[in-house]
């Protein structure tokens, strides 16, 4: 991870018809990553920025969204910091992604004050654990899962549930993946990636 880039989880919620929203955030420079997800927040972006006046100008901008309507798109908008990446897909694409089938994919926020050793230590040596991000904000950790068996989900929930360090888990389910790592979906059902992004770094 770069130490002069901001990278930054973005959760949004909205309101109303999403499809502006969508095409603005879908060919935005500053999302690497897009994921439609249910829970308290209607999409996870994982982004990055030069520098915090970047930053303050880019989410400006994203609340600035209307409807057709004038009434404000988004609802809420929350920026965590990414402090540090403790795991991360590294052969991982779009297509990946898409060509799952009876999968379950979730990101789950942990809240986690103290003593973040035997919770890394649980989430390092469980397989259906792909990125584990620390992240500033009202959450300690954003976990990403993928795993095919829900019950192997519930069996990592039950031993994160065993520390008494945990204050809050929160799991989001993803509905889908809008854009990956650059990579969108083309009007040919393939992935392809826009000629304006210029951006490679990521941390999902």
Known sequence: MSDTVIHALVLVQNWGDDSDIISKLITD????????????????????????AQLADWVGRIKSIRLSSGQPAIISMQTQRIIDVHKKKEDFSLSDYLNMRERYHFFV????????????????????????????????????????DYNEYRRLLSGMKKLRTIHHIETQEVISVLKYRNHVLGEDGKPKKPEADLRELYTL
């Not at 004050?113 to 989430?123: C, E, G, I, N």
């Open 29 to 52: 420079r500053h999302v690497i990553s897009l994921f439609h997800v249910m829970g308290r927040h209607s999409y996870l972006m994982d982004a990055n920025f030069d520098d915090k």
């Open 109 to 148: 926020k942990i809240d986690n004050p103290h003593h973040d050793d035997a919770l890394l230590k649980l989430l390092a040596k469980s397989s259906i654990v792909h990125s584990i991000l620390h992240v500033q904000g009202e959450n300690s950790f954003t976990i990403e899962v993928i795993v095919g």
